[in-house]
């Protein structure tokens, strides 16, 4: 048995409970692997509230570092013993242990720790297919990038830093704007006190950015597309603010042609080749001091409501774990 963080029905953070679940042996391709620490992320609250439709009932949670306790029939990749994380499992991951399809692990380096791992996977992992192939950029281009204070946020302003673009980053507070620029932002704008489009368009001369990179979704959907350059790409990646409503096409070819891409990690680590390369670039990105891994909250695994309303309260920045007892 372990304990778990499960949810009955959908709704705000009181319907996650904690409960006593079954965890049984692993089967062929499988790991039963022991939790040290677990990740919080935005799609853990869009499962939850409905937006992201799940069986119910369900555990919440799609990142994890831990140890592997046992194996199932034809594992080869992992042995009992080995420290492995992973992201990306829709749902499962608030627990003190579970089974997991095998080719979803990854070795994890002996110079990251668990909680490292759990703050840094999914981001990480988004970071890397955001910045590395939906749109692979280039030294010396501009770059938008909304809710740079959060966790996904100061892991790309570094890794954006590292391959030489210029960083535009949007946040709420000064506070998260001098984040933003600790980490890597060239600019930030605070959409509190300054206008957005005004400020790009500003800072990049009337040209617009190369990319805009929007997690936050409805509020910002319309000037990130306005704050592109002709021809640009607008990847939007999260709903922070709720779904996008329905877009007329024709607004991106009156905007200058424009791209827009909605996308989602579980279609760029499809493949264990895929997963393997992402997680390699990701590590070295770490191990190598270019991108720091931010845990500014942790809680109790227990304690996983409460980590869920500082998160859609915009209380939280960098990344925020759950321990389990």
Request: glycine share 12%.
């Amino acid at each position: 048995m372990s304990k778990a963080i499960c949810f009955e029905q959908f709704g705000g953070p009181e319907v996650l409970k904690w409960m006593e679940v079954n965890v049984p042996e692993p089967g062929p391709g499988e790991v039963r692997i022991r939790h040290k620490a677990v990740g919080v992320n935005f799609v853990d609250v869009y499962q939850r509230s409905g937006l992201y439709k799940m069986p119910l009932p369900s555990i919440a949670g799609n990142e994890g570092a831990g140890v592997v306790e046992a194996i199932g029939d034809g594992v080869t990749l992992f042995k009992p013993g080995d420290r492995v994380a992973y992201a990306g499992t829709s749902g499962g991951g608030y627990c003190e242990s579970r089974v997991i399809k095998a080719d979803r692990l990854c070795l994890l380096p002996g110079a990251v720790s668990f909680e490292q791992a759990a703050a840094m996977m999914l981001k990480g992992l988004t970071v890397q297919y955001l910045v590395r192939r939906t749109y692979r950029v280039q030294a010396g281009e501009t770059v938008v990038f909304h809710a740079a204070a959060g966790g996904v946020g100061t892991i790309a302003c570094q890794w954006l830093r590292a391959l030489g673009a210029k960083v535009i980053g949007t946040a709420g507070t000064e506070e998260k704007c001098e984040l933003a620029r600790k980490h890597g932002a060239d600019y930030c704008i605070n959409y509190r006190t300054e206008n957005i489009l005004e400020r790009v368009k500003e800072i990049t001369g009337g040209e617009g950015a190369a990319v805009v990179y929007d997690s936050v979704g409805k509020d910002t959907f319309e000037t990130s597309l306005k704050c592109l350059r002709p021809r640009g790409l607008m990847v939007s990646f999260g709903n922070a603010s709720g779904p996008v409503p329905p877009v007329d096409l024709l607004l991106l070819s009156q905007l200058g042609s424009l791209y827009l891409t909605r996308t989602g990690l579980a279609t760029y680590i499809a493949e264990r080749s895929e997963l393997e390369e992402a997680s390699a670039e990701l590590f070295e990105m770490v191990t190598s001091g270019k991108v720091k891994v931010e845990i500014n909250r942790t809680f109790p695994l227990k304690d996983a409501a409460q980590a869920h309303r500082e998160l859609e309260a915009r209380q939280t920045t960098g990344s925020t774990i759950l321990i389990p007892d």
